[in-house]
């Protein structure tokens, strides 16, 4: 793995969360490739002492949101307030 510095901002289906310009990777060499050959010049090698972001923010998605319980039936009233 090496470090990557982001030179502007990026997102796609492989990074959900996405990328902010200025912000320092630690990626593997083939998905850097992947990502450059898809919108060159996104990556380029960070300086050395260059301190990395988590990656955690690009690929946890978003909790559901659930106003009922999964299989519970909808409301009669609730229906009538989507309806309308």
Known sequence: MAAY???QNYR????PGGMSAGDT???DDETAEAINRDSPGTLVAAPS????????RQVKAAPARRDREPGEAISKATFKAVRE
Not at 12 to 15: A, K, M, Q, T, V
Not at 49 to 56: I, L, N
């Open 5 to 7: 510095l982001v030179t």
């Open 25 to 27: 990777l630690d990626l």
């Open 12 to 15: 796609s289906s492989y990074f």
């Open 49 to 56: 002492g260059a301190e990395s972001v988590k990656q955690d």
